[in-house]
Nanobody, 117 residues
Framework: QVQLLESGGGLVQAGGSLRLSCAAS????????TGWFRQAPGKEREFVAH???????YYADSVKGRFTISRDNAKNTVYLQMNSLKPEDTAVYYC???????????WGQGTQVTVSS
């Protein structure tokens, strides 16, 4: 049973940075793909970033150049470094893991990110 636990959310001013963590247990993070998603109030959940088992990364256009997804196998954790944050980045951020191909079998509980203007 894989469990994912997000942390690192909080309140930050526009232009600031946060680093989200997704700590995994039950399976090594390098053995499955991991994605970050977010959901703002009244909106549908949207894709943010993804890292394959190979290490290849993908980003939504809205965060490209500002966010970086990475993986620390020794800590069994996937990170989302968020820079130049904007108020529109405000959302609950979720990490998810799965075999790839857009399939995610494991989900964390989410962490709130609030960016003030």
């Amino acid at each position: 049973q894989v469990q994912l636990l997000e942390s690192g959310g909080g309140l930050v001013q526009a232009g600031g940075s946060l680093r989200l963590s997704c700590a995994a247990s039950g399976r090594t993070v390098s053995s499955y793909a991991t994605g970050w998603f977010r959901q703002a109030p009244g909106k549908e959940r949207e894709f943010v970033a993804h890292i394959r088992t190979s290490g290849t990364t993908y980003y939504a256009d809205s965060v490209k150049g500002r966010f970086t997804i990475s993986r620390d196998n020794a800590k069994n954790t996937v990170y989302l470094q968020m820079n130049s944050l904007k108020p529109e980045d405000t959302a609950v951020y979720y990490c998810a893991g799965g075999p790839g191909g857009g399939i995610y079998d494991y989900w964390g509980q989410g962490t709130q990110v609030t960016v003030s203007s």
